[in-house]
């Protein structure tokens, strides 16, 4: 069986009808303004109280907001990892501040992500996919249809689902255990039983998501994440009222999201998150073959860029390496790392041409 790594950059799930990085803090600063996030409590005032929240704290970070234009708006990475440098070195942000309202904050931009990260379509387990985009239909049939032949691991930067979500539901559909059949690199919690899922022997693919993901919650009592496969999770870490839907299985309330920010000083605090990581290089160091997909290998993917170089240099034998963009911008940047590498600047819709019509992308140059 040949092993292939599948590397998701925001690229790729912009193909899908989601926000590139630096489409996400303008879609925050609109949905401020035309009260479409912050959306789900039953009382209005709550809702306004945080969007007035998040407003006043937008505006003491970058007091010149207001006079820029949306596409010179700061990057919503370089937010959060300004704010997570504050965090880690116990520093304020002004006078008087208290690092409870710095948290606080840092909450509300994360519940504002993943309002602004919702699917535009459909995913639930049995609809129709009516919705589905039909570039996501070809590319999970690729990924799906083949598993038997090819083991796919999908290494993501990613906080949607887009992708792995359609692969669970076609799971589902064929009356499959997602967790027998999907590894995630680290043992998880069911979100129904709460016993510890362990790694399976035989899985049909991987899912690494290596800065968190919208259908995860964390206890930081018990130091477990959930993993829901039905779809998206992290409204209940911001609901007011603690139930057991955002109480873990050890009796801690209330569950947590988990987002690491891409940034040159990252600092991750979660356990788990390293051993997602050890196992994404140990399936780029052993695979046959590296597919990159949106992804622009940015400098403050440092860490990212190790873990790229590492298992390059870790192997006798080097993979084939294919990088899908939409444009030839970022080529010289991996022919530096890498040397020759087979270039699509079409995009994934090039990519899937060649690919399901069973051309071979070794026909793409």
Excluded at 17 to 36: A, Q, R, S, V, Y
Excluded at 175 to 199: A, Q, T
Excluded at 226 to 244: H, P, T
Aim: charged share 25%.
């Amino acid at each position: 069986m040949k092993n292939k790594v599948i590397f998701l950059g925001a690229g790729s799930s912009k193909a899908f009808g989601l926000p590139l990085t630096g489409e996400i803090f303008p879609m925050i600063m609109d949905g401020l303004k035309n009260k479409t996030i912050f959306f789900e409590n039953d009382l209005e005032e709550e809702n306004q109280k945080e969007r007035d929240g998040l407003k006043e704290f937008i505006q003491t970070l970058y007091p010149g907001i207001d006079q820029l234009d949306r596409n010179d708006f700061p990057m919503i990475t370089d937010t959060l990892s300004l704010i997570d440098h504050l965090l880690n070195t116990g520093n304020h942000l002004g006078k008087n501040a208290r690092t409870q309202e710095l948290i606080y904050s840092r909450n509300l931009f994360e519940k504002a992500i993943f309002e602004v990260l919702k699917v535009p379509f459909n995913q639930l387990i049995y609809f129709t996919n009516d919705e589905t985009p039909e570039l996501l239909k070809q590319f999970t049939d690729w990924i799906y249809d083949n598993k038997k032949d090819v083991y796919h691991s999908v290494i993501s930067t990613n906080y949607d689902i887009v992708v792995e979500q359609d692969l669970y539901n076609r799971l589902l559909r064929d009356d499959m255990n997602v967790p027998e059949k999907v590894d995630f690199g680290f043992s998880w919690r069911d979100p129904d039983k709460g016993h510890i899922v362990l790694r399976p022997q035989d899985p049909f693919f991987g899912i690494y998501k290596l800065h968190g993901s919208t259908n995860w919650l964390r206890c930081s009592l018990c130091n477990h994440i959930y993993i829901n496969v039905i779809g998206s999770i992290y409204f209940q870490a911001f609901r007011k009222e603690i139930d057991q839907s955002n109480t873990c299985h050890c009796g801690n309330a209330p569950l947590s999201t988990l987002i690491v920010a891409p940034s040159l000083a990252r600092v991750i605090n979660d356990d788990n998150l390293p051993q997602i990581w050890n196992n994404a290089f140990e399936q780029l160091r052993t695979a046959d073959e590296w597919i990159l997909i949106g992804y622009s290998m940015p400098p403050e993917d440092l860490v990212i860029k190790s873990m790229f170089v590492r298992a390059f240099h870790a192997r006798e034998d080097k993979p084939k390496i294919t990088i899908v963009q939409k444009s030839d911008a970022f080529k010289p940047r991996y022919e530096a790392l890498f040397g020759p590498v087979t270039y699509i600047s079409g995009g994934l819709e090039e990519f899937l041409e060649n690919t399901v019509n069973q051309r071979g992308i070794d026909a793409v140059m």
